[in-house]
């Protein structure tokens, strides 16, 4: 309940959530890889090391590359220490793979329905958690969408597509979901059977648009509208493929 003092209302101070040490340096390892410019192969500093450039101990570094060992972003060599491993990280390790068939439509539907939740969530998260930084990325990316679209270029378009939805993720702080959304969207991008992805037409336009929805939503701290944009979004890319599989079905029986 807020509380009044000299005749003002004052709120009660926003409780921040709990967050175990070694997820906290997970992140800050994986934001320390972008920083340093590392590449797969690449050497990363001694565990003593990290934990001084985190000022943390030794102990959470440990847990915090455990984590990040499961999730296929680096790989301990004993006796040799610690390496950037490959990007595609757990997902993109080939165990979901050999199960996605890009031409099966079933297959590409489920894809929209996984996406269409980790959107939701990494909206939703992001709205609450997204720092001025992430803000500016996001909002920086989705011009870069918009300007491919204005000027009909293709490559622009499908860069800035893909990084606002990266950067998205990004500000939602969970590292996991940040995986997932990078391997759903390397997925998708092997069922363009069709023709639908890298195209500037069809729903690029609404896209842009919704890319702005989205934006201000986690601009604004609305977690829930983040979330309905985001879902939107993805409902309405889905539509549009459904749209176009049904024109290139009708016009090859003519």
Known sequence: M????????QSPPTTVAYRPGYEVAAEQVLELITQLRLRP???LPTEIEL?????TSRTVVREAVKILSALGRVRAHKGRGLYVADDEGMLGSGRWTPYFLPTDLDHVYMLFEFRRAQEMETSRLAARRATPAELHEIEKAAGVCRHGFETGREDLFNEGDDTFHTAVAAASHNMFLQVAVREARRLQAQSNIIGLAGSVGGHAAKAVE???AIFQA???????????AAAAHIDNTLEDYRREIQQRIFSSTD
């Open 41 to 43: 192969g690449d050497r």
């Open 218 to 228: 986690i601009r604004v701290g609305d977690a829930e509208a983040a979330a309905e």
């Open 210 to 212: 919704e890319h702005e």
């Open 2 to 9: 807020a509380e009044q003092t000299d005749g003002v209302v």
């Open 51 to 55: 934990a001084q450039r985190l000022g």
